[in-house]
């Protein structure tokens, strides 16, 4: 079974990659990780673009769909 882990963010390049690293460290291998970017103006798309690729990120998703 697959598991699906979703962040939704705003503005956290001070916490994002400690967020994902706890994700990522887990023992559970069969795992999706999506990032929400919900707008954020620092760098916390380009951290988690550099710093986790294997996350799926989808920026300015706001009000989306």
Same mark, same amino acid.
């Given at each position: 079974m697959?598991? $699906?882990c #979703? #962040? /939704?963010t705003h503005n956290s390049s001070g916490t994002i990659m400690k967020?994902? =690293?706890? /994700?990522?460290?887990?023992?559970?291998s069969d795992k999706e990780v999506f990032v929400v =970017?919900?707008? $954020?103006f620092d760098e916390t798309a380009d951290m988690v673009r550099s710093g986790?690729? =294997?996350a799926k990120l989808i920026s300015n998703a706001r009000n989306a769909g």
């Open positions: 697959k598991i $699906s #979703v #962040v /939704v967020c994902l =690293d706890s /994700v990522f460290s887990q023992s559970y =970017d919900n707008g $954020s986790h690729p =294997d």
